[in-house]
């Protein structure tokens, strides 16, 4: 994967933002799109759709590609995003070109970086944002979101409107087959969860968990549960102990065959938040995790990396709708460890501690020095030794 020619990838980091997506594949992650606040700026900027940023998990350094020469979307924040058979799908998201929320489709092929408008048959989803997306047996599906349904084909929905943006809510859930390049609603029973966007979804061991989100003026915390197996919602899932309080433009990472790890959002009072907490899928209880820092995260990415670490990227810092001040956004990454560091990561990251005996790594298996090298900063456009 990512056999890099010369000057195809540049290592470099990208700049902080909020409203992107990112997907764990193989040993790494990539991240699209989002935008940044400009003090001073009429508007926000959002980042071209040609960029790809390329994070390694291994050699922990980043690497842009960009691809101008082929029909890649438009810059976009919101938008949803899943790895099938070795290509991304991306789907909706808001736009910068005055356009709002979109429901196209697009598909980047990661071994040759094109990307390609798809137009699948059947009825696409109203345009959204702000939703949660998933992949399942080789299938995209889509719930819920913020858009405007007058503007979307039919639909038979929840959609709760909200009049100062003349959009709102919805509880949307379409099913998207790349085999037949065709949309559809899902056969399904038991209880969709209400109209909501900015919620997080993780997908563990056939079930899909849904928690939080906004509802018209409130951020919610009930957890929902769908078995893709039986395409059954549980309804809400009831919760033994305490719960987190409500929110929004948080994270849900699926840890192991057990656990969920949430992290930080956006609460009901408008406070950017920084707590964590681990969900038991078998005893329906939260547990608060106690975290060496205090660092605020909303509407930022969440991958489970290869050494099983939660990586928190992007994101704001602080009130997104304090209108005297301009947020900020985050450009570092955020590493959440609840199980432990394996012998290898133990080994690569105590040799880190000693940089002045870097000139003795070339008697080390030559992938180990080259990982070594990337941490330490020395510039390589081979991927493959990450």
């Not at 009072?269 to 939260?286: E, G, I």
Request: overall charge neutral; aromatic content about 14%; hydrophobic content about 35%.
């Amino acid at each position: 994967m990512f056999r890099a020619s010369s000057g195809e990838f540049r290592l470099e980091v990208p700049p902080g933002r909020t409203g992107h997506v990112a997907v764990s594949y193989d040993k790494y992650i990539l991240v699209w799109g989002g935008y940044r606040e400009n003090p001073g700026a009429l508007a926000s900027t959002y980042f071209s759709g040609a960029e790809l940023w390329i994070y390694s998990c291994i050699s922990e350094r980043w690497y842009l590609k960009e691809n101008f020469n082929t029909e890649y979307p438009p810059g976009m924040s919101g938008s949803t995003a899943v790895i099938i058979e070795g290509s991304m799908y991306l789907f909706g998201g808001y736009g910068y070109n005055g356009e709002g929320c979109t429901n196209r489709l697009y598909k980047l092929d990661l071994d040759t970086f094109a990307w390609e408008l798809m137009k699948p048959i059947g009825i696409p989803p109203i345009p959204v944002d702000k939703m949660v997306g998933w992949q399942y047996k080789d299938k995209f599906y889509v719930f819920g979101g913020f858009g405007n349904p007058d503007s979307g084909p039919p639909h038979d929905f929840q959609f709760v409107f909200y009049h100062l943006l003349w959009r709102g809510w919805t509880n949307q859930f379409y099913e998207y087959d790349p085999k037949t390049n065709k949309w559809s609603v899902p056969a399904m029973t038991g209880n969709l969860p209400t109209a909501r966007a900015a919620h997080a979804a993780a997908v563990l061991k056939g079930k899909v968990y849904i928690f939080g989100g906004r509802h018209d003026v409130f951020r919610m915390n009930d957890m929902h549960c769908l078995d893709m197996k039986t395409m059954h919602w549980s309804g809400e899932i009831s919760v033994k102990g305490p719960v987190p309080v409500g929110r929004s433009w948080h994270s849900l990472t699926a840890l192991d065959d057990r656990h969920l790890v949430l992290y930080g959002g956006f609460s009901q009072n408008n406070v950017a938040l920084s707590d964590c907490w681990l969900f038991d899928t078998f005893s329906h209880t939260w547990k608060q995790m106690k975290l060496p820092f205090k660092k605020p995260r909303l509407w930022h990415c969440a991958c489970l990396s290869v050494f099983n670490e939660v990586l928190i990227y992007g994101g704001c810092t602080s009130n997104i709708l304090d209108l005297d001040r301009t947020p900020e956004q985050a450009s570092d990454i955020v590493v959440i460890s609840v199980l432990p560091k394996s012998l290898y990561r133990l080994c690569l990251d105590r040799l880190m501690d000693f940089p002045e005996y870097s000139a003795l790594w070339n008697s080390l298996p030559r992938h180990l020095s080259t990982i070594l090298q990337l941490r330490l900063g020395i510039t390589s456009q081979n991927l493959e030794g990450s």
